[in-house]
C-alpha cells in the first residue's frame, strides 16, 4: 500500500510541472452571497484553502490565518470547552469529537486514544453545553460515567420526540475486534441536567452509534448490532444483523469494482464484515441505509429489517429484506427529499495523512480526498448513484502542488441537511476548510453558498488549523447552525439576511456579534490546558492539524 501512494504521489509531482494552478474563489463569492462584515477567502485563495502565506505573523505577531475565514454565515456565540468539571478535574479543551444535540443543548465528545483500551478519564469526558442564550452558550457540565468518561469520540447520538421526550447514547469507541463495550443511556428531557436510565454492554465492538427517531432502537456499528430500547432501562439486544445481512463478494485491498464481471448469484453469496460506518434508519427504525466503508466494502445498501425486528418466541419472524445494493461509500449517511424526490447523501472519509486531491479518491479512507456523494433514492429497488458530488477547489487533482504547500485536509466527514422534508441545504463538515453550507435545490448542480472556517487558533506562536468534522445542527427557529471544531470549541452562527434571501427563508435573526467574523476576531479562544496533538493519522480524524 505505502509503495503504491508513494508511486501515484511520485507520477502526480511529477505531471504537476506541466499544469498551471488555478486559481478561483467559492461560488457564493461570485453570487455575491457575503456580507459587508465577513472575512471571506481572498482572491487568488483556492476555496477551502488556508495558504501557507496567511499563517505567517506580521510585526505585531498577527497572521491572516487567525482572523478565520466567513461568507454568508456570521458568528452568533462561541465557549471553549474546557471548564464543566467532573470531581474537581477539567475537561481537555482540544482535542473535540463529534456533536448530538437536543432540545436547547449540545453534547460534545471529548477526546482521547482512538485504539488500545478505553481510558476513563473525566477530562475526556461529554460536554453539555446550554445554548438557550445562543450569544452566550455555556459548558454547563461534564459526562462522566461508566461510558461517557472513556473513549467515546464518534460513539454518541441523541433524538427527541415532539412531546419533549428526548434521549442521548455515549458509548466507548472501538476500532478493533472484540466485546465489552459499555454504552450509556441518559434521559435528556431537561436538556442540560441528563439523567443516567442504564448502561448497556455491547457484546461486540461499536463505533458509531444511531437512535431511531421513535427512540425505540439503537444501531451499532461495525460490526452492525440492534438494542431495544422501547424501556431505556431495560435495553434488550437483538443481534448481529451482518450475520444475516448479504452484500457483495468483493476485493480485498484498495480497489473497488472488481467483483463486477463475476455473476449475480457470486456477488451476493457472500455475508458478514460489512463495515458500514454509519447505520441511517427511518423514523420507525424499520428501514436502514448502509454505505460500505473501506475500497473492498463499497456496497450502498437500502434494507428492509421489520420482520427481523419483529420477535417471535424470542427469535427473528424473517430475515432482513435487500431492497437494493449498489456500489456507494457511507462513512455518513443522511436522507431527505429535495422536491418532490428522496436523497441520499452519503461520502467516505479520508484522515491518514493522505487527504489531498494528489491522489485518487478511490483510495478513501487511506488517502485522497472524500467529498460527499448524492444519490436519487427515490425508487430503492433502483436507485441513480452518484447523481452529483460536492467538491471543492482545493481538492482538484490540478491544485495538487497547492495544498500539498499548505498541508491543509479539506475532506468531508460528516454532512447534515437542514431539514429532512423539503431540504434546501446540507452542512458540510470539512476539517481545515470550515464547515461548508451547499445549496442542494438542484441535486444535479449542488453549490456552497456560505462557509465559516475558524482558522488558526493557536494562542501563541505557532500555528494551529481548527478541525470542523462533527454532525452540525441547523436550528430553523432561529436560522442558526451549532457545530464543534477540534480545537476551538463549540459555535453558534446564523445565515446573514442576504443567504436567507436566496433560500427564501422568512424568520428572525439575532443580532450578530460586534465583528460578525469567525476565528480571534470578536471572540477570545485563549484556553488553559495542553496543546493539541496532531492526531489526523488515526482512523476517524479526531483534532486538529499542526503544519
Known amino acids: 500500500m505505502r509503495r503504491l501512494l508513494v508511486a501515484v504521489l511520485s507520477l502526480v509531482i511529477l505531471s504537476s510541472i506541466l499544469v498551471v494552478e488555478a486559481r478561483s474563489t467559492s461560488p457564493a463569492h461570485e453570487a455575491g452571497l457575503c456580507g459587508p462584515r465577513d472575512l471571506p477567502e481572498e482572491a487568488g485563495q483556492l476555496q477551502g484553502d488556508v495558504?501557507?502565506?496567511?499563517?505567517?505573523?506580521?510585526?505585531?505577531?498577527?497572521?491572516?490565518?487567525?482572523?478565520?475565514?466567513?461568507?454568508?454565515?456570521?458568528?452568533?456565540?462561541?465557549?471553549?470547552?474546557?471548564?464543566?468539571?467532573?470531581?474537581?478535574?477539567?475537561?481537555?479543551?482540544?482535542?473535540?469529537?463529534?456533536?448530538?444535540?437536543?432540545?436547547?443543548?449540545?453534547?460534545?465528545?471529548?477526546?482521547?486514544?482512538?485504539?488500545?483500551?478505553?481510558?476513563?478519564?473525566?477530562?475526556?469526558?461529554?460536554?453539555?453545553?446550554?445554548?438557550?442564550?445562543?450569544?452566550?452558550?455555556?459548558?454547563?457540565?461534564?459526562?462522566?460515567?461508566?461510558?461517557?468518561?472513556?473513549?467515546?469520540?464518534?460513539?454518541?447520538?441523541?433524538?427527541?420526540?415532539?412531546?419533549?421526550?428526548?434521549?442521548?447514547?455515549?458509548?466507548?469507541?472501538?476500532?478493533?475486534?472484540?466485546?465489552?463495550?459499555?454504552?450509556?443511556?441518559?434521559?435528556?428531557?431537561?436538556?442540560?441536567?441528563p439523567v443516567l436510565l442504564s448502561t448497556f454492554v455491547w457484546p461486540e465492538n461499536i463505533h458509531n452509534l444511531t437512535i431511531s427517531g421513535n427512540l425505540r432502537y439503537v444501531y451499532a456499528t461495525q460490526p452492525l448490532q440492534v438494542l431495544d430500547i422501547a424501556d431505556p432501562t431495560q435495553?434488550?439486544?437483538?443481534?448481529?444483523?451482518?450475520?444475516?445481512?448479504?452484500?457483495?463478494?468483493v476485493s480485498t485491498g484498495p480497489f473497488p469494482d472488481l467483483d463486477d464481471n463475476l455473476p449475480k448469484e457470486v456477488r451476493e453469496a457472500r455475508s458478514g464484515g460489512y463495515t458500514a460506518h454509519e447505520a441511517w434508519p427511518t423514523f420507525d427504525g424499520t428501514k436502514l441505509y448502509l454505505g460500505g466503508q473501506l475500497p473492498a466494502f463499497e456496497a450502498f445498501t437500502i434494507v428492509d429489517i421489520t420482520n427481523w425486528l419483529r420477535r417471535v418466541d424470542g427469535a427473528p419472524a424473517g430475515p432482513p429484506e435487500v431492497i437494493s445494493q449498489r456500489e456507494g461509500r457511507g462513512h455518513s449517511v443522511r436522507t431527505a427529499t429535495i422536491g418532490r424526490q428522496r436523497y441520499v447523501m452519503h461520502s467516505e472519509e479520508s484522515v491518514f495523512r493522505g487527504a489531498y486531491g494528489c491522489f485518487s479518491e478511490e483510495l478513501n479512507p487511506f488517502a485522497g480526498a472524500a467529498q460527499p456523494w448524492l444519490s436519487d433514492i427515490s425508487d430503492e429497488a433502483n436507485p441513480?448513484?452518484?447523481?452529483?458530488?460536492?467538491?471543492?477547489?482545493?481538492?482538484?487533482?490540478?491544485?495538487?502542488?497547492?495544498?500539498?504547500?499548505?498541508?491543509?485536509?479539506?475532506?468531508?466527514?460528516?454532512?447534515?441537511?437542514d431539514r429532512a422534508r423539503n431540504a434546501r441545504f446540507a452542512i458540510l463538515s470539512m476539517q481545515n476548510a470550515g464547515i461548508r453550507v451547499v445549496d442542494v435545490r438542484d441535486p444535479e448542480a449542488p453549490v456552497e453558498v456560505a462557509y465559516f472556517n475558524p482558522g488558526d487558533v493557536d494562542d501563541g506562536p505557532g500555528v494551529l488549523l481548527d478541525n470542523a468534522w462533527a454532525h452540525s445542527r441547523f436550528v430553523a427557529e432561529t436560522n442558526h447552525i451549532w457545530f464543534a471544531t477540534a480545537s476551538g470549541g463549540f459555535w453558534v452562527v446564523e445565515l446573514e439576511p442576504q443567504v436567507k434571501r436566496h433560500f427564501r427563508i422568512r424568520g428572525r435573526t439575532t443580532p450578530v456579534s460586534a465583528a460578525g467574523a469567525p476565528g480571534r476576531v470578536g471572540v477570545d479562544l485563549r484556553v488553559a490546558g495542553p496543546a493539541a496533538a496532531d492526531t489526523a493519522a488515526a482512523y476517524c480524524t479526531l483534532g486538529a492539524v499542526r503544519v
Not at 235 to 249: A, D, I, S, T
Not at 401 to 407: E, F, N, R, Y
Request: with cysteine; proline share 8%; glycine share 10%.
Open 51 to 193: 495558504p501557507r502565506a496567511h499563517r505567517e505573523e506580521d510585526a505585531d505577531g498577527l497572521s491572516r490565518a487567525e482572523q478565520g475565514y466567513n461568507c454568508g454565515l456570521a458568528l452568533v456565540g462561541h465557549t471553549t470547552l474546557g471548564t464543566g468539571l467532573v470531581d474537581e478535574s477539567a475537561r481537555n479543551p482540544r482535542g473535540n469529537a463529534n456533536m448530538a444535540w437536543a432540545g436547547d443543548c449540545a453534547y460534545v465528545a471529548g477526546s482521547s486514544a482512538p485504539f488500545g483500551p478505553a481510558s476513563p478519564d473525566p477530562a475526556n469526558g461529554i460536554a453539555v453545553v446550554d445554548v438557550r442564550n445562543p450569544r452566550a452558550p455555556r459548558h454547563v457540565r461534564t459526562l462522566g460515567t461508566t461510558a461517557a468518561s472513556s473513549t467515546v469520540l464518534e460513539t454518541l447520538h441523541a433524538a427527541e420526540l415532539p412531546d419533549g421526550r428526548a434521549l442521548l447514547v455515549a458509548g466507548t469507541y472501538g476500532n478493533q475486534s472484540g466485546g465489552d463495550k459499555p454504552m450509556d443511556i441518559y434521559d435528556v428531557s431537561d436538556c442540560a441536567d
Open 235 to 249: 435495553p434488550v439486544y437483538l443481534g448481529n444483523l451482518e450475520n444475516v445481512l448479504p452484500y457483495p463478494l
Open 384 to 417: 441513480r448513484m452518484r447523481v452529483s458530488q460536492v467538491q471543492l477547489e482545493i481538492n482538484r487533482p490540478e491544485n495538487c502542488p497547492a495544498q500539498l504547500d499548505s498541508g491543509v485536509q479539506a475532506s468531508v466527514h460528516y454532512h447534515d441537511f
